[in-house]
């Protein structure tokens, strides 16, 4: 074990998969943002150099070309950078991409990895801070990666770059530099399999990427009010650990869902809706759904703060929720 | 064939251009007390935007993208309320929505400012299908980096133009040269097969010209010839800009201190030019080249360009006051606003 940023776990995870396996390259390599992480793909580069091409700014022929090789036995990786640039491949990740599979029964299966950053991370304003984990959960076929932390990313891209789907990792901008414990050793993690990241029983917080560690924290600021809450991370929203999640409320009788994604139709309106279908008789209470709200994301610090979903805010809803 | 640009437009051209370049120097001294994220500079590129305002008319329509500031102020916003814009005050020209990524001015014919890369020739597009329609004689004009001619909605976009005929010029800013590689650190040099990047619109029939993106005077009679014949019918037209990329704009963050605040002395004084890049200063600098030569053809004196030059800091000064005295922004205002 040692102490690693969440870059430098993904970082680590590459590494052992690429070693693994010859046919994982890579199509755009800043994988790491532009802050001080930036400077990790220097070591990609280093390993595998002949492996990295640098394409042009054409997020849909990237896409469409990760597909195409991947059908045809590669294994690519389409580095997107900022997740908002991944509608300008919309028609190849939901037309191509998703439905090949099934379109072709069979025939054909696309072992492509996507990677971008999702979120709000200051001054991102209304077309660079996207969150399109939802709008993918929309489109049939394609597999949803959101790791949380350092320890979890390094096993999660393992499993991303193994799957014989589409897969996107979606990961945080703000998760880049926070650095915790994470194993040395080769691990992966599978999809679709939650994580209890904390235990607790008086109510489930179901809670994705950068939102875990702040519903981590309004977890704490919960129990000087007497709260108790467990808090679960997917980790994959498709794959979804539906029973994970039913399980908890089982044992709490009720739910909260965070995530970035806008409200309307977000992560946390089809688990809402998941468990008010498939766990009602556990409900003691409605379920809270705690996302952004439905506005384009502004420019100015103090309206973006507004729309943020911070450690305070899920505390405050989860205690009004309860009642 | 448009006419050279007489003194008193020269005169004009030059005053927004050092308009331009003080505003970015004074964007890039407060972003050091006001740090407001990142950021992108048009120094050293100014020459093409000037050169091309100075041909429109004020029916004529602008787009522009992240590298919009030089535009949006070259052509008459506000430069207290687009500074306020950028540090996200309630006073901006949009409210604070916007910020330096989307600086947009309607009142300055400016539509939507998009980040996407590509999305201003495909607005601009939109514009000019709009024009043709009003037939008033109006184009619009797209300016956009090389990095758009990447995407495919450049090569979408210019064949609709030119199906349509379309009164459109699009201006690229290929100011690749000089650019440090992403893996450098910095910001790529452009990603093409091809290093005359008209020959992909010539290749629709697009007609198209190559301009040294920093002679203001060169860029005024491409721009404008080629306007005269889009007010006649005959578009879409498309000029490749090229310069070589100010020092500061090769890094990743924006960097005044590589070559300094500017000094117009070095105009007619090239030996004050000192340092690393003091190159780039004596032969691409757009402002330093158009102060000589409208020196050397009196059209304005080291005095007069110094008096200019003094004014267009006084107010400059009053702007980085008024954006800094500026209040935020109501932050419920973030929820309002989104449908007409």
Request: hydrophobic content about 45%; overall charge negative.
């Amino acid at each position: 074990m040692s102490i690693k940023s969440y870059a430098q776990a993904m970082l680590e995870g590459m590494l052992f998969a690429m070693e693994e396996d010859e046919r994982i390259n890579l199509v755009g390599g800043s994988l790491f943002g532009l802050g001080p992480q930036r400077a990790l793909s220097a070591q990609l580069r280093e390993r595998f150099g002949e492996r990295i091409i640098d394409p042009p700014i054409s997020e849909s022929a990237m896409v469409s070309l990760g597909i195409g090789a991947a059908m045809a036995g590669d294994r690519p990786m389409i580095d997107i950078g900022t997740a908002s640039f991944v509608y300008e491949a919309w028609s190849q990740l939901i037309n191509e991409a998703g439905p090949a599979h099934y379109m072709t029964n069979g025939q054909v299966s696309v072992p492509v990895t996507l990677h971008m950053l999702h979120g709000l991370r200051g001054g991102s304003a209304a077309q660079h801070g996207g969150s399109p984990e939802a709008m993918m959960w929309n489109a049939p076929g394609i597999e949803i990666v959101l790791p949380s932390c350092a320890a979890d990313v390094k096993g999660l891209i393992r499993s991303a770059l193994k799957s014989d789907n589409p897969t996107v990792v979606i990961g945080h901008a703000k998760l880049l530099g926070v650095e915790e414990e994470v194993a040395d050793e080769d691990y992966a993690i599978p999809l679709g399999q939650a994580d209890i990241k904390r235990a607790g029983s008086d109510i489930t917080l179901v809670a994705t990427s950068l939102m875990v560690s702040r519903t981590l924290e309004a977890a704490e600021t919960l129990t000087s009010q007497g709260i108790d809450a467990e808090v679960i991370d997917p980790r994959t929203l498709v794959p979804l650990d539906k029973d994970a999640i039913l399980a908890s409320v089982a044992k709490t009788g009720r739910l909260a869902v965070i995530d970035e994604a806008n409200q309307s139709c977000s992560v946390a309106s089809e688990i809402a809706a998941i468990v008010a279908s498939q766990g009602f008789a556990y409900l003691k209470s409605p379920v809270i759904r705690i996302a952004r709200p439905d506005v384009p994301i502004p420019f100015s610090p103090p309206m973006e703060e507004r729309l943020t979903v911070t450690s305070e805010r899920i505390a405050e809803a989860v205690a009004a929720g309860i009642g | 064939m448009a006419e050279k640009l007489e003194a008193g437009g020269r005169r004009d051209m030059f005053e927004a251009m050092l308009l331009m370049r003080r505003f970015e120097e004074s964007v890039a001294l407060m972003s050091k007390d006001h740090p407001f994220g990142h950021f992108h500079l048009y120094i050293g590129q100014e020459a093409t935007g000037a050169g091309v305002l100075a041909a429109l008319r004020s029916d004529d329509l602008t787009l522009t993208t992240h590298r919009n500031h030089g535009h949006v102020v070259g052509r008459g916003a506000d430069p207290a309320r687009a500074l306020a814009e950028i540090l996200g005050r309630a006073d901006g020209l949009s409210g604070g929505r916007g910020g330096t990524l989307h600086l947009t001015d309607r009142s300055a014919g400016f539509l939507s400012t998009s980040a996407v890369v590509g999305g201003a020739i495909g607005l601009a597009t939109g514009a000019g299908h709009a024009l043709r329609r009003q037939a008033n004689g109006a184009v619009s004009v797209s300016f956009f980096g090389d990095g758009s001619m990447e995407e495919g909605i450049a090569f979408e976009a210019f064949n609709m133009a030119a199906l349509w005929k379309l009164p459109i010029l699009y201006v690229c800013e290929n100011n690749t040269k000089g650019a440090m590689a992403s893996t450098e650190g910095g910001f790529s040099s452009s990603t093409m097969a091809i290093d005359e990047l008209v020959k992909i619109p010539r290749a629709l029939g697009i007609r198209s010209e190559v301009v040294d993106g920093a002679d203001a005077d060169a860029v005024y009679e491409v721009a404008a010839a080629l306007i005269e014949d889009l007010r006649a019918g005959n578009g879409p037209a498309f000029i490749e800009a090229r310069t070589e990329r100010w020092p500061g704009s090769r890094p990743i963050w924006p960097d005044l201190s590589l070559t300094g605040i500017t000094d117009l002395d070095m105009a007619w004084a090239p030996d004050k030019a000192a340092g690393e890049f003091a190159g780039w200063q004596r032969d691409h600098d757009p402002v330093l080249r158009l102060a000589a030569r409208l020196s050397a053809d009196r059209v304005l004196g080291q005095d007069e360009i110094g008096a200019m030059d003094a004014a267009i800091q006084t107010q400059l000064q009053a702007a980085r006051d008024f954006a800094a005295a500026s209040p935020w922004p109501d932050a419920d205002l973030a929820l309002t606003g989104t449908f007409a």
